[in-house]
C-alpha cells in the first residue's frame, strides 16, 4: 500500500468504483455521503503522491504500462506523472470534493448526479495521467458523456439547448484531434516503420524531429481541439450557455477542471510534440491570447447575469494562459501553468458565491437583485469580496501570481527582443495589460451592484447568511487562495521543471538567440 505507483493506479480507479456504488446505495443521502467519502480517499491518495514525488527531476515518475492492444497496433494503458500531471491531479480532486460538498441544493435523482459526477472525475484524472495518446483521447472524450447529462439533467430552463451546445463544441474538437492523432502515426511510419508510436514519452522525442510542415499540421489539429475547450475566440460561445444552464457544482467542475484539460493538452501535445509549430507562429499564439484577455473582459461588462460575467471572464483569464505558452519564454510557461491552478481554484469559489446568491434570491439579474446583501449576509460578503479581489490579481493571493509572472515573462521572452517579432509581440503584451484595468472594473462594479447601496424591502426576510457547508467549502477555497499567493513555491516547485524542458526544447531549435537570465 505504500507503492506510489499502486496509489497512482488506485487514485484513477477509486472514481470508476464510485460510479459503479453509488447508484446502488439505498437513499439520495448516502449517494452524497458515498461520494464525500470517496472524494476524501481521493484527495488522501494524490496528497501522498505528492509526499512521495521528487521534484528535482523532470521526467515521469510512478509509470505503470500494461499491453491494451497489440493488433494492429500496439496500444499500452500507459499510466504516470510529472510535475505538471501531479499538480493538475491535485487540482482535480481538490476542486472535485468542493463541488460535492457544493451539491446540497441538487435535490432530485442524487444516485445518478454523484456517480455521474464520479464518471466525470475519472475521466479528468485519467487526461492527466495518461501517457499514451489513444488513451489520452479516449478518456478526453469520456467527459462529454457525464457533462452532458448533468447539464440537460439538473440544469436550468435552457438545459437542453446548453448541453447540445457543449456537446457539439467539444465532440468536433475531439473529431479534430483524432485527425491529428492519426495524422502524426502515419507521418512517422512514412519516416521510419519503428518510430510510430502512440507512446506520449517517446512522441516527445520522435514528433519533433517530422519535417517543419507536417508538425504545423499535426499541431494545429491539436491546438483547434485544445483551445476549443480552453476555450479561445472564436470558438468560446458554447461556455457562458453551459455555465448559466448547469447547476452550480457543475460550473466549478467545468470552471475549474475541465477548461484546464485544454491547457494542459497545449503545453503536454502542442509544446512537447511539436517545437516547430511555435518557433514559426508562437507570435500568433501571443495575439490570441491578448485578444481573448480583452474580448473576455470586455464582454463581462456588458452582462447583466452574474454567471454570464464570471463565465466570460473564465475566457479572459484563460487568455493569459495563450499568451504565456505562445512568447517561448521559460518564465512565461511556467507562468501559464500556475494560472492554470490559480484559475481553477478562482473560479471554482466565484461559481460557488454565484449559485449562494442565486438559492436566496431565485435570480441571478443583476437588475432585479438590486444592490444592498450586505446588510443580511456579511460572512458570504466577506467571501465575495476576497473572491473578487483574487480574480482581479490582487498582491498576496494566488491571481497576481500567475498574471504578473506571464507579464514577465513575456516582456523578457526571446519574441520580444528578437527583430522581426519584438514590436508586435510587446505591443500585444501592452494591449493584454489592458485587461487587467477592465477586470478590475467589472468585477468591482460586480461587487457593488451586489452588496452595496441601501437594503432592498423585498429580500426582508428571505436572506440569511452563510450556513457551515457553505463557509466550509468558500473558507478551503480562499485558504489555498491565499496560501498559494503568499508562498507560490509549494505550486511552482511541483512542475517548473517541466516547463523549463518543454521550453527549452523548443529555443534549442530555435532560429531566436537569447539569454534566459534577464
Given at each position: 500500500?505504500?507503492?506510489?505507483?499502486?496509489i497512482?493506479n488506485?487514485?484513477l480507479?477509486?472514481?470508476?468504483?464510485?460510479?459503479?456504488?453509488?447508484?446502488?446505495?439505498?437513499?439520495?443521502?448516502d449517494?452524497r455521503?458515498?461520494?464525500?467519502g470517496?472524494?476524501?480517499?481521493?484527495l488522501g491518495?494524490?496528497?501522498f503522491l505528492?509526499?512521495?514525488?521528487?521534484?528535482?527531476?523532470?521526467?515521469?515518475?510512478?509509470?505503470?504500462?500494461?499491453?491494451?492492444?497489440?493488433?494492429p497496433?500496439?496500444?499500452?494503458?500507459?499510466?504516470?506523472?510529472?510535475?505538471?500531471?501531479?499538480?493538475?491531479?491535485?487540482?482535480?480532486?481538490?476542486?472535485?470534493?468542493?463541488?460535492v460538498?457544493?451539491?446540497y441544493?441538487?435535490?432530485k435523482?442524487?444516485?445518478?448526479?454523484?456517480?455521474?459526477?464520479?464518471?466525470?472525475?475519472?475521466?479528468?484524472?485519467?487526461?492527466?495521467?495518461s501517457?499514451?495518446?489513444?488513451?489520452?483521447?479516449?478518456m478526453?472524450?469520456?467527459?462529454?458523456?457525464?457533462?452532458?447529462?448533468?447539464?440537460?439533467?439538473?440544469?436550468?430552463p435552457?438545459?437542453?439547448?446548453?448541453?447540445?451546445?457543449?456537446?457539439?463544441?467539444?465532440?468536433?474538437?475531439?473529431?479534430?484531434?483524432?485527425?491529428?492523432?492519426?495524422?502524426?502515426y502515419?507521418?512517422?511510419?512514412m519516416?521510419?516503420?519503428?518510430?510510430?508510436?502512440?507512446d506520449?514519452?517517446?512522441?516527445?522525442?520522435?514528433?519533433?524531429q517530422?519535417?517543419?510542415?507536417?508538425?504545423?499540421?499535426?499541431?494545429?489539429?491539436?491546438?483547434?481541439?485544445f483551445?476549443?475547450?480552453?476555450?479561445?475566440v472564436?470558438?468560446?460561445?458554447?461556455?457562458?450557455?453551459a455555465?448559466?444552464?448547469?447547476?452550480?457544482p457543475?460550473?466549478?467542475?467545468?470552471?475549474?477542471?475541465?477548461?484546464?484539460?485544454?491547457?494542459?493538452?497545449?503545453?503536454?501535445?502542442?509544446?512537447?510534440f511539436?517545437?516547430?509549430f511555435?518557433?514559426?507562429?508562437?507570435?500568433?499564439?501571443?495575439?490570441?491570447?491578448?485578444?481573448?484577455i480583452?474580448?473576455?473582459?470586455?464582454?463581462?461588462?456588458?452582462?447583466?447575469?452574474?454567471?454570464?460575467?464570471?463565465?466570460?471572464?473564465?475566457?479572459?483569464?484563460?487568455?493569459?494562459?495563450?499568451?504565456?505558452?505562445?512568447?517561448?519564454?521559460?518564465?512565461?510557461?511556467?507562468?501559464?501553468?500556475?494560472?492554470?491552478?490559480s484559475?481553477?481554484?478562482?473560479?471554482?469559489?466565484?461559481?460557488?458565491?454565484?449559485?449562494?446568491?442565486?438559492?436566496?434570491?431565485h435570480?441571478?439579474?443583476?437588475?432585479?437583485?438590486?444592490?444592498?446583501?450586505?446588510?443580511?449576509?456579511?460572512?458570504?460578503?466577506y467571501?465575495?469580496?476576497?473572491g473578487?479581489?483574487?480574480?482581479l490579481?490582487?498582491?498576496?493571493?494566488?491571481?497576481f501570481v500567475g498574471?504578473?509572472?506571464?507579464?514577465?515573462?513575456?516582456?523578457?521572452s526571446?519574441?520580444?527582443?528578437?527583430?522581426?517579432?519584438?514590436?508586435?509581440v510587446?505591443?500585444?503584451?501592452?494591449?493584454?495589460?489592458?485587461?487587467?484595468?477592465?477586470?478590475?472594473?467589472y468585477?468591482l462594479?460586480?461587487l457593488?451592484?451586489?452588496?452595496?447601496?441601501?437594503?432592498?424591502?423585498k429580500?426582508?426576510?428571505?436572506?440569511?447568511?452563510a450556513?457551515?457547508?457553505?463557509?466550509?467549502v468558500?473558507?478551503?477555497?480562499?485558504?489555498?487562495?491565499?496560501?498559494f499567493?503568499?508562498?507560490?513555491?509549494?505550486?511552482?516547485?511541483?512542475?517548473?521543471?517541466?516547463?523549463?524542458?518543454?521550453?527549452?526544447?523548443i529555443?534549442?531549435?530555435?532560429?531566436i538567440?537569447?539569454?534566459q537570465?534577464?
Amino acid at each position: 500500500m505504500n507503492d506510489p505507483t499502486f496509489i497512482l493506479n488506485l487514485l484513477l480507479a477509486l472514481p470508476l468504483i464510485a460510479s459503479l456504488i453509488i447508484p446502488m446505495v439505498p437513499t439520495d443521502k448516502d449517494a452524497r455521503g458515498a461520494a464525500i467519502g470517496f472524494c476524501l480517499a481521493m484527495l488522501g491518495l494524490s496528497l501522498f503522491l505528492w509526499s512521495r514525488f521528487d521534484s528535482s527531476t523532470s521526467g515521469m515518475q510512478f509509470v505503470t504500462i500494461q499491453p491494451w492492444i497489440t493488433t494492429p497496433v500496439q496500444i499500452s494503458y500507459n499510466i504516470g506523472v510529472d510535475g505538471l500531471s501531479l499538480a493538475m491531479v491535485l487540482l482535480t480532486t481538490v476542486v472535485t470534493l468542493m463541488a460535492v460538498l457544493a451539491s446540497y441544493t441538487i435535490n432530485k435523482r442524487g444516485k445518478l448526479y454523484y456517480s455521474l459526477v464520479m464518471l466525470l472525475t475519472f475521466s479528468v484524472l485519467g487526461v492527466f495521467v495518461s501517457q499514451n495518446l489513444v488513451q489520452f483521447f479516449v478518456m478526453y472524450e469520456l467527459e462529454l458523456v457525464p457533462m452532458y447529462f448533468l447539464i440537460a439533467i439538473w440544469g436550468g430552463p435552457k438545459r437542453g439547448y446548453a448541453a447540445m451546445k457543449f456537446l457539439l463544441y467539444t465532440f468536433f474538437g475531439g473529431v479534430i484531434m483524432l485527425a491529428g492523432l492519426l495524422y502524426t502515426y502515419v507521418q512517422l511510419g512514412m519516416i521510419d516503420p519503428t518510430s510510430a508510436t502512440f507512446d506520449m514519452g517517446l512522441l516527445a522525442t520522435s514528433a519533433n524531429q517530422l519535417p517543419a510542415a507536417a508538425q504545423s499540421i499535426a499541431c494545429l489539429a491539436f491546438f483547434l481541439s485544445f483551445i476549443i475547450k480552453l476555450p479561445s475566440v472564436p470558438f468560446h460561445t458554447w461556455l457562458p450557455d453551459a455555465h448559466v444552464e448547469a447547476p452550480t457544482p457543475i460550473s466549478m467542475i467545468l470552471a475549474g477542471l475541465l477548461l484546464k484539460m485544454g491547457s494542459y493538452g497545449l503545453v503536454r501535445i502542442c509544446m512537447g510534440f511539436f517545437p516547430a509549430f511555435f518557433v514559426e507562429y508562437g507570435q500568433g499564439v501571443v495575439a490570441l491570447g491578448a485578444i481573448n484577455i480583452l474580448w473576455g473582459a470586455i464582454a463581462c461588462l456588458v452582462q447583466k447575469d452574474m454567471k454570464r460575467i464570471i463565465a466570460f471572464s473564465s475566457v479572459s483569464h484563460m487568455g493569459f494562459i495563450l499568451l504565456g505558452i505562445g512568447c517561448l519564454s521559460n518564465t512565461a510557461v511556467n507562468g501559464a501553468i500556475f494560472q492554470m491552478l490559480s484559475h481553477g481554484f478562482i473560479s471554482a469559489l466565484l461559481f460557488f458565491l454565484v449559485g449562494t446568491v442565486y438559492e436566496r434570491c431565485h435570480t441571478r439579474l443583476l437588475p432585479e437583485i438590486g444592490g444592498g446583501l450586505a446588510f443580511k449576509m456579511p460572512v458570504l460578503f466577506y467571501f465575495w469580496m476576497f473572491g473578487t479581489m483574487a480574480n482581479l490579481g490582487l498582491p498576496a493571493l494566488s491571481g497576481f501570481v500567475g498574471e504578473v509572472t506571464v507579464f514577465y515573462g513575456a516582456i523578457t521572452s526571446p519574441l520580444a527582443y528578437w527583430p522581426l517579432t519584438g514590436d508586435f509581440v510587446r505591443g500585444w503584451t501592452y494591449a493584454a495589460a489592458l485587461g487587467v484595468v477592465l477586470t478590475a472594473g467589472y468585477m468591482l462594479w460586480l461587487l457593488k451592484r451586489l452588496f452595496y447601496g441601501p437594503e432592498q424591502e423585498k429580500w426582508k426576510g428571505h436572506l440569511y447568511d452563510a450556513t457551515g457547508t457553505e463557509k466550509l467549502v468558500a473558507t478551503c477555497l480562499s485558504v489555498l487562495i491565499l496560501a498559494f499567493g503568499v508562498y507560490p513555491l509549494w505550486l511552482s516547485n511541483i512542475y517548473s521543471r517541466v516547463g523549463d524542458r518543454i521550453t527549452d526544447s523548443i529555443l534549442s531549435r530555435s532560429h531566436i538567440s537569447f539569454n534566459q537570465d534577464i
